[in-house]
């Protein structure tokens, strides 16, 4: 009910009663007036409640209830990170990488990425996405701009040249799941500076990290079971090694697999010793801690 109401009903209530009190008390014009006076009231208290009524519905929502029944506004479609124009496909094969962005996002529909798919495309930066399982022979080769790159966990399948020449690469991520780091994957990647082979590893092939001459520590998981010749021939910064699992010598037959006697110090006493092996810088003496 609106403000003042109680007070206008005891007005017409008042009004009522005196001009009850003016004619025949016994009468039948009494009667008849004081049924008059009634409808009035009822009429006018009607009229009360339709006006409240009305002020409430056309009252504008505030606070909360202006949250509540506004509507909120749509949101953009957002656009894709490359048009489908950017790249070949074939199936589920990505077979070239047609674009001119330095940005790339791999669709989600993509398990492989071919052979030398990317080589030398200018690519700064790279999203393979989780639907990925293999990357082929050379996919990324010669990529100088690439900084940096994270393999996912779907990548099983990591082939020769992936990232060979990728001069301004400084970090790889590596999945939980490649089953190897083939002949030359990083080779003259000089401004590599650390790299942590997973668990899932088995085999570090030839010169897989030749020539990074920035790398400066190397983690092997307790998968590794080999390392080929020359697989971190010409790391001349590399001044820390951790083994965490025992390889046979003939897995590991090759002095030029790293620089210095590493290898020599690994086989102390003719059996594999893990642990963390560190050199002073420049020095082909390597001691375990």
Not at 223 to 229: A, D, K, L, M, N
Not at 274 to 289: E, F, I, L, M, V
């Given at each position: 009910?609106?403000?003042?109401?109680?007070r206008?009903?005891?007005?017409?209530?008042?009004?009522?009663?005196k001009?009850?009190?003016?004619?025949?008390?016994?009468?039948?014009?009494?009667?008849?007036?004081?049924?008059?006076?009634r409808?009035?009231?009822?009429?006018?208290?009607?009229?009360?409640?339709?006006?409240?009524s009305?002020?409430k519905?056309?009252?504008?929502?505030t606070?909360a209830?202006?949250q509540?029944?506004?509507?909120?506004p749509?949101?953009?479609?957002t656009?894709?990170?490359?048009?489908?124009?950017?790249?070949?496909?074939?199936?589920?094969?990505l077979?070239?990488?047609?674009?001119?962005?330095?940005?790339?996002?791999?669709p989600?529909?993509?398990?492989?990425?071919s052979?030398?798919?990317?080589?030398?495309?200018?690519?700064a930066?790279?999203?393979?996405?989780?639907?990925?399982?293999?990357?082929?022979?050379?996919?990324?080769?010669?990529?100088?701009?690439?900084?940096?790159v994270?393999?996912?966990?779907?990548v099983?399948?990591?082939?020769?040249?992936?990232?060979?020449?990728?001069?301004?690469?400084?970090?790889?991520?590596?999945?939980?799941?490649i089953?190897?780091?083939?002949?030359?994957?990083?080779?003259g990647?000089?401004?590599?500076k650390?790299?942590?082979?997973?668990d899932?590893?088995?085999?570090?092939?030839?010169q897989?990290?030749?020539?990074?001459?920035?790398?400066?520590?190397?983690?092997l998981?307790s998968?590794?079971?080999?390392?080929?010749?020359g697989?971190?021939?010409?790391?001349?910064?590399?001044?820390?090694?951790?083994?965490?699992s025992k390889?046979?010598?003939?897995?590991?037959?090759?002095?030029?697999?790293?620089?210095g006697?590493?290898?020599?110090?690994?086989f102390?006493?003719?059996?594999a010793?893990?642990?963390?092996?560190?050199?002073?810088?420049?020095?082909?003496?390597?001691?375990?801690?």
């Open positions: 009910m609106v403000t003042g109401t109680p206008v009903l005891g007005i017409i209530f008042h009004c009522c009663g001009s009850s009190k003016g004619g025949n008390i016994g009468g039948i014009g009494h009667k008849r007036e004081m049924k008059m006076n409808y009035m009231v009822i009429m006018i208290v009607a009229a009360l409640f339709a006006v409240t009305c002020g519905s056309k009252a504008p929502a606070g209830d202006a509540s029944t506004t509507a909120a749509a949101k953009p479609a656009a894709d990170a490359n048009p489908a124009s950017d790249f070949g496909i074939s199936g589920t094969r077979t070239q990488y047609k674009g001119s962005s330095k940005s790339v996002t791999i989600d529909s993509v398990t492989l990425i052979d030398e798919a990317f080589k030398a495309t200018g690519l930066s790279v999203t393979i996405g989780s639907s990925v399982k293999n990357i082929a022979s050379g996919a990324f080769r010669g990529c100088t701009g690439l900084a940096s994270t393999i996912p966990d779907s099983v399948y990591f082939n020769p040249h992936v990232f060979e020449e990728c001069t301004s690469l400084t970090s790889a991520s590596l999945g939980n799941s089953n190897g780091i083939s002949d030359s994957a990083f080779k990647c000089t401004s590599l650390s790299i942590t082979i997973p899932s590893v088995k085999t570090i092939g030839d897989a990290f030749k020539g990074c001459t920035s790398l400066a520590s190397v983690s998981g998968g590794v079971v080999g390392i080929s010749p697989a971190f021939e010409s790391c001349t910064s590399l001044v820390s090694v951790t083994f965490q390889m046979y010598s003939q897995h590991f037959n090759h002095n030029t697999s790293f620089p006697d590493l290898r020599q110090k690994y102390t006493g003719g059996s010793v893990p642990g963390t092996y560190t050199r002073a810088s420049g020095s082909d003496t390597w001691t375990k801690k």
